[in-house]
């Protein structure tokens, strides 16, 4: 499947909406082994020229609040990437990133996911990855979402499916709110990297 997603041209060739404004290069990380799971937003400029997930500053952020440095980042039977969009989406008339592309979604993400029967744990990082994941849980915003990780952490699913951990996004535009948030880091973290560590 992944080389299908890689070789997929349906957003510029039978697009929702207007066709990507460049060319397709879906960017994911997965493996059939892995247990655990990061679900974000879409491939921003940076890693729509690298061609792997997080190779930004949010990157790095993310992977110090998971307490792994690159080597287990980058190592697809330990740790899948399943954005919700895989290709760089554009920007916005403000030069923000457009929200995911919703082919993807339809497309790939429930067959994708159902071949990841690993997957223990998914870290689910902004709105539509929670959307998706969290469906009717989601709570009315996304401080609301993470304020309730525990929530839904300590969900006993009896039907096997992975626990979910919503994040904000790890980018320096949410410095402002880790401030008003110091429950993040003393609370929410250590939870996190102690997981990261049994799984990966």
């Avoid at 655990?36 to 949010?58: E, Y």
Wanted: proline share 9%; with cysteine.
């Amino acid at each position: 499947m992944v080389s299908r997603i890689h070789a997929c041209r349906e957003c510029s060739e039978n697009p929702v909406g207007k066709a990507l404004p460049h060319d397709p290069r879906p960017v994911l990380q997965v493996s059939s082994k892995a247990r655990l799971c990061i679900s974000g937003q879409a491939p921003g400029t940076r890693v729509h020229k690298s061609g792997r997930p997080f190779t930004d500053p949010s990157g790095d952020r993310l992977r110090n609040w998971m307490g792994i440095g690159e080597e287990v980042f980058y190592d697809a039977e330990r740790l899948a990437i399943v954005p919700m969009g895989f290709c760089f989406p554009g920007l916005d008339d403000k030069g923000g990133d457009l929200p995911p592309r919703k082919e993807c979604r339809t497309l790939w993400h429930d067959a994708l996911f159902a071949e990841m029967p690993k997957i223990e744990m998914i870290l689910v990082i902004g709105q539509y990855a929670q959307a998706y994941h969290l469906g009717g849980m989601r709570k009315k915003s996304l401080t609301e979402t993470v304020g309730s990780w525990k929530e839904y952490f300590n969900v006993a699913d009896s039907g096997g499916k992975p626990r979910v951990l919503p994040l904000p996004h790890p980018s320096w535009r949410n410095n402002a709110w880790l401030r008003k948030n110091p429950w993040f880091e003393a609370d929410l973290l250590p939870v996190l990297r102690s997981e990261v560590a049994r799984l990966v």
